[in-house]
Antibody, heavy 119, light 107 residues
């Protein structure tokens, strides 16, 4: 069965960096585009970034562009989110999600990794 | 581009409720709906205008036309009480948009 598991969350000071990982299992990871979506405490869903199945194409939400970098290692079935220059407003639970072709819905989600940016 | 949802909607048990999502650049083919309960990851309930993933009850249906997407729950059940988010793509289909979410209360 499909399973996505995030790790790497925690408490970090403003301006510092953090890297999230999402390990996938139960499907051919290298065949699927993947996404990161976040949810601030008590708030709605916010799309963060996406990478194509082979990592060649990447797109970012306006609020993280230039600070966050999405990447993947298909040999290890792992998706990453490198977060630099963190701000208090980046505090959220970060979910990884699989995109299902051809209509692009997010058919599987991880349980989320909490990130708190605070001094 | 933005997707706009009513913040809260309520429905009596067993009645029908419609949750709407408006966006000038809403792409119909990419319209989808997610259900989220507290402390849980979201779950897709409708995708591609009106497709239901396996395991989603038939009382859930979707419709999209002219910049408005709607999710209808016919005969709402207690377990349908949750936050619902619409989603679509930008014109290039590369960027993902989420609505602000609608909290559904089943009375």
């Amino acid at each position: 069965q499909v399973h996505l598991e995030e790790s790497g969350g925690g408490v970090v000071q403003p301006g510092r960096s953090l890297r999230l990982s999402c390990v996938a299992s139960g499907f051919i990871f290298s065949s699927y585009a993947m996404h990161w979506v976040r949810q601030a405490p008590g708030k709605g869903l916010e799309w963060v970034a996406t990478t194509s199945y082979n990592g060649d194409n990447k797109f970012y939400g306006d609020l993280v562009k230039g600070r966050f970098t999405i990447s993947r290692d298909n040999s290890k079935n792992t998706l990453f989110l490198q977060m630099d220059g963190l701000r208090p407003e980046d505090t959220a639970v970060y979910f990884c999600a699989r995109e299902a072709p051809p209509l692009g819905e997010f058919d599987y989600w991880g349980q989320g990794a909490p990130v708190t940016v605070s001094s | 581009s933005e997707l706009t949802q009513d913040p809260a909607v309520s429905v009596a048990l067993g009645q029908t409720v419609r949750i709407t999502c408006q966006g000038d650049s809403l792409r119909e083919d990419y319209a989808s709906w997610y259900k989220q309960k507290p402390g849980q990851a979201p779950q897709v309930v409708i995708y591609g205008k009106n497709n239901r993933p396996s395991g989603i009850p038939g009382r859930f249906s979707g419709f999209t036309s002219g910049g408005t997407a709607s999710l209808t729950i016919a005969g709402a059940q207690a377990e349908d009480e949750a936050d619902y988010y619409c989603s679509s793509r930008d014109s290039g289909a590369n960027l993902v948009l989420f609505g602000g979410g609608t909290r559904l209360t089943v009375l």
